[in-house]
């Protein structure tokens, strides 16, 4: 029973290994591209839904 164990914990460990080995990793130059496009939208939104706040916030003070 325990050998069972070891021998499906190594065959865990082994595939694991197996798949890091397919993952293609960005260049550096390429990672920073689309990390400051992400960061650029969520500041972009974030702006973006804070105005949308303001105004909806203005208007309603302004209606009642």
């Known amino acids: 029973?325990?050998?069972a164990k070891k021998q499906?914990?190594?065959?865990v460990?082994?595939?694991l290994k197996v798949e890091f080995g397919k993952i293609?990793?960005?260049?550096?130059k390429t990672?920073?591209?689309q990390t400051s496009a992400v960061v650029a939208s969520a500041v972009f939104l974030g702006l973006l839904i804070a105005l949308l706040d303001f105004v909806i916030?203005?208007?309603m003070n302004f209606i009642l």
């Open 57 to 59: 916030k203005y208007g």
């Open 31 to 33: 990672f920073i591209r």
């Open 24 to 28: 293609i990793w960005l260049d550096k």
């Open 1 to 3: 029973m325990e050998e």
């Open 13 to 15: 460990f082994k595939n």
């Open 8 to 11: 499906g914990k190594k065959s």
